[in-house]
């Protein structure tokens, strides 16, 4: 079974803080992707990843930044946190395949209280 | 390009069924179904490929209309556990790495 974990479930931090987010993948997947999950807007894309050291930009980057030292590990950063940023944050990661199983597997989640 | 699902929320008793709807006015390359329960990860049910035939899971199943680059899913004799927000995940190459797009998703409760 493919496991995505969070570092965790719940976060509260004050605005001004500097947040890191982890997500680690155990199934030696190409491709790690951070969404954030707002009611009512579905999942948007933050940032993704298709390689160690490689990152593209998503729907919704500003604000954010991301770091990929290790194939197994995808970092999500507020810089500066805001109480707009406030949401669920999901991870997920996908093999470079075109399968009927090469679909994106999600974390847990973690849910960012900005005070 | 976000997808459009519909219904927007939809309630049902046990054993009725249920059809959700997820349309984009981009040709599609794969639309990939998951369910979320409330607090949870989503989970992946299926993937239906452009040329793919409808595919089945439980009684869940789902098909693909590559004419009107709409997929619907179909939840038949629903159970209490059917339950959870329903979100469709598109793809618009065959590329192996592309982010899934996703709907806003549809919220499903089932009574007894």
């Known amino acids: 079974d493919v496991k995505v974990t969070q570092s965790s479930r719940y976060l509260v931090k004050r605005t001004g803080e500097k947040v890191f987010l982890e997500c680690v993948q155990d199934?030696?997947?190409?491709?790690m992707f951070w969404y954030r999950q707002d009611p009512g807007l579905g999942l948007r894309l933050i940032y993704f990843?298709?390689?160690?050291?490689?990152?593209e930009k998503g729907d919704i980057p500003e604000g954010y930044s991301v770091s990929r030292e290790k194939k197994e590990r995808f970092s999500l950063i507020l810089e500066s946190a805001s109480t707009n940023q406030t949401s669920m944050y999901l991870c997920?990661?996908?093999?470079?395949?075109?399968?009927?199983?090469?679909?994106?597997?999600f974390g847990p989640g973690t849910r960012l209280t900005v005070l | 390009q976000q997808p459009v699902q519909s219904p927007q929320a939809v309630i049902l008793r046990e054993g009725e069924d249920a059809v959700i709807n997820c349309s984009s006015s981009k040709a599609l390359y794969s639309v990939h179904w998951y369910r979320q329960k409330h607090g949870e990860a989503p989970v992946f049910l299926m993937i239906l490929l452009k040329g793919g035939e409808q595919k089945g899971h439980e009684k869940i199943s789902a098909s693909f209309n590559e004419k009107k680059q709409q997929s619907s899913l179909y939840l038949t004799a629903s159970q209490l556990s059917y339950s959870g927000t329903y979100f469709c995940g598109t793809e618009q190459k065959n590329s192996g790495n592309t982010p899934l797009v996703f709907g806003k998703g549809t919220r499903l409760s089932v009574i007894a």
């Open positions: 199934m030696d997947h190409e491709n």
């Open positions: 990843s298709y390689d160690v050291k490689m990152k």
């Open positions: 997920a990661s996908k093999f470079s395949g075109v399968t009927l199983w090469d679909t994106q597997y």
